[in-house]
């Protein structure tokens, strides 16, 4: 969880792919912005509940599928 002062900053790895994860707070909503090493575009994406479990979605949309493969290994690295 993100906090009132600073944005918890942390790394992953997908595939060999370094990725820096910067969380913020929003109105009580976590979203994430990735950095990725690769020089693609950055990304932010953010979870939501719903019937069917936690799912992750991009900000905008259209980057859905990295949003999902990203925000599994978040889920992850915050478990821990």
Known sequence: MGNLFENSKFEIEVNGLKVVVIEHTLKDQQIFRLVFDD??????????????????????????????LFGKEISEHLKT
Do not use: C, D, F, Y
């Open 39 to 68: 020089n693609r575009a950055p990304l932010v994406i953010t979870s939501a509940r719903t019937w069917e479990g936690e799912v992750w979605t991009s900000i905008p949309q259209g980057r859905q599928k990295e949003a999902e």
